[in-house]
């Protein structure tokens, strides 16, 4: 049976060398080899603003070294070490909390969302039996301290001023009452209440606090000043006398005035612009702050709604033949928000599948939102592709390259507010397709991607391979470098002296050390006349040549020695 020589051992060492260097650098138990499902409870499902939730991952197969990841929807992230993570929603609303889990920052697996109701909590209807209305501070029970700020306690007239009642505690429910010192009273469930003063001068301002129609607390008053507004100087140097509108001398008088200063986001409100005196047919132009053009019309009055809380400027120009020749003051539209519309309902994007492949089509749904009519839905898919705004609430999409995109959803049509709400982005990552090369895809974060783990593995065992080859290479081309060993010189045989070979005698050849040169001896003298060689064998036993004629030579072995 054939052995195994030098060369074939150190390759058959060299080979298994290779597959233990495999199994140490890529074991088989790594998490990603795995099919592992991910499960998330909510408990409790339905909680008031406030209250905590306790979120509990389950996994199939347990997977250790593992980093436990929420994303809870209203824009937080919760990572632990421990499969129960904790959060408290600070907003009413829907929400979808999304489980992950990852090793060393890559996501492994995915699990389906779990949605949660977040619900307002309900006013407390406590009334201290015990408090009096009717007593006087010093008796058995104190009533709270009230206090008022004016923000800013000076103003121009058709300027806004921002009052805030102070209460050091509170018996629920009350109504907040300001008495501004004009003649006008305003009322509110909130301790802020925004005012607006018509005339210059000074005023005080009382507040008051109310349960159940009854005044129980009140507060020392606040002085605010409303000062007169400084008159425009504006004189439109192109008015020409002709037009009849007072001359020179007599610019023409431009005011404008609202049905109120002070409204709810929502409302709408009309404007109307007053000119002293007016020849010819003129164009009124209005301008709002809050509106990037002009609203231009041959009308002086003009309807609009305030769709967002805020402070804003209103002013009317007039103008005739495209040129401007007039232009009012401005005034100050004070819009308090829509308390009773309630906030705003969250949203949240999800795709089926979380991981897919390029060429395959991915599902996205919008979580969450709102069944209002009118309210639409526009997906961003983080490849530079936008979907149109839809009532749907699916698109499906395919992308074209592999890579990991930002995907998210944004709604709009809400009755309470003007913009889109727009939701968390979720990381896409598109693989590709079976059998194709991956080619690099866009990314959304600086740096790249890991690369996935049968890639990995390739690799790796690549790169043994050609290092065991080059060593192989290398050790061949030493051996063939290698000189081949000299023959050994035989040093020739001194010339016997002649001798005669006679008939019937004997010749033995004893061997030496060397088997390269045996010894010839003859009992007789004898003469050779021809070229005799004998060849060195490997056995070291005597020969035996006897000579039966003239120049007829037979050869015997002796084994027996």
């Known amino acids: 049976m054939a052995t195994i020589g030098p060369p074939r051992l150190r390759q058959a060492t060299l080979w298994l060398l290779v597959v233990a260097a495999c199994i140490t650098l890529f074991p088989t138990s790594r998490a990603e080899a795995q099919e592992v499902t991910v499960s998330l409870t909510a408990d409790p499902p339905t909680v008031l603003v406030g209250e905590p939730i306790t979120f509990t991952f389950a996994v199939d197969p347990p997977v250790e070294a593992v ?59 406590f009334v201290d039996p015990s408090f009096d209305p009717s007593f006087v501070p010093g008796g058995e029970a104190a009533p709270p301290n009230v206090n008022l700020i004016a923000d800013p306690p000076v103003v121009l007239a ?56 009854e005044v129980f607390a009140e507060g020392p008053p606040v002085e605010v000043a409303v000062n007169e507004p400084e008159p425009s100087e504006f004189v439109d140097p192109s008015l020409d006398p002709s037009l009849g509108l007072g001359g020179e001398e007599a610019p023409l008088n431009v005011s404008l005035t609202a049905d109120r200063n002070v409204l709810t986001a929502g409302e709408i409100i009309t404007f109307t612009a007053t000119v002293d005196s007016l020849v010819g047919a003129v164009e009124y132009v209005f301008n709002f702050t809050d509106r990037p053009a002009p609203e231009i019309s041959a009308n002086p009055t003009f309807s609009r709604p305030y769709e967002e809380s805020g402070v804003f400027e209103a002013a009317v120009q007039l103008m005739q033949e495209g040129e401007v020749f007039a232009e009012s003051l401005p005034v100050t539209i004070t819009v308090a928000p829509d308390e009773t519309a309630g906030p705003l309902p969250a949203i949240t994007i999800r795709a089926e599948p979380p991981d897919a492949r390029s060429e395959d089509p991915v599902v996205f749904s919008a979580v969450g939102g709102s069944d209002e009519p009118g309210v639409e839905y526009r997906f961003h898919f983080g490849d530079g592709q936008t979907s149109d705004w839809s009532p749907a609430r699916e698109v499906t999409h395919t992308y074209a390259a ?10 709009r049509g809400l009755p309470n507010t003007a913009q889109a709400i727009p939701s968390t982005p979720i990381l896409m990552t598109v693989a590709a397709p079976p059998g194709a090369a991956a080619s690099p895809g866009p990314t959304t974060q600086p740096g790249s991607l890991p690369l996935p783990f049968p890639w990995v593995l390739l690799v790796g065992v690549l790169l043994i391979l050609a290092v065991g080859g080059f060593i192989l290479r ?64 490997k056995d070291p036993g005597q020969h035996h040549l006897e000579a039966g004629a003239d120049l007829l030579i037979q050869e015997r072995r002796n084994h027996g020695g």
């Open 158 to 213: 058709g300027a806004p001023i921002t009052f805030t009642v102070v209460v050091d505690s509170l018996f629920e429910p009350v109504e907040y009452v300001i008495d501004f010192g004009d003649g006008n009273v305003g009322r509110s469930e909130g301790p802020e209440l925004v005012y607006v003063y018509e005339q210059p001068g000074a005023f005080v301002a009382f507040p008051v606090l109310e349960q159940n129609g």
């Open 474 to 537: 290398g050790k061949k081309k030493r051996r063939a470098r290698k000189p081949a060993p000299r023959p050994e010189r035989v040093a020739k045989p001194k010339p016997e002296p002649e001798k005669k070979l006679v008939p019937g005698s004997e010749l033995v050849v004893k061997p030496k050390t060397d088997p390269g040169t045996p010894q010839v001896v003859g009992d007789q003298p004898f003469k050779v006349q021809m070229e005799m060689r004998l060849r060195p064998i």
């Open 67 to 125: 980093e436990y990841v929420i994303d809870f929807g209203d824009g937080n992230v919760g990572r632990s070490e421990t499969p129960e993570l904790v959060h408290v929603y600070e907003q009413p609303g829907g929400f979808a909390a999304f489980p992950q889990l990852e090793q060393g920052r890559e996501v492994i697996a995915e699990g389906p969302p779990v949605e949660v109701v977040v619900n307002e909590p309900e006013p407390s209807e």
């Open 402 to 411: 592999p890579g990991s995109y930002n995907a998210s959803v944004e709604m």
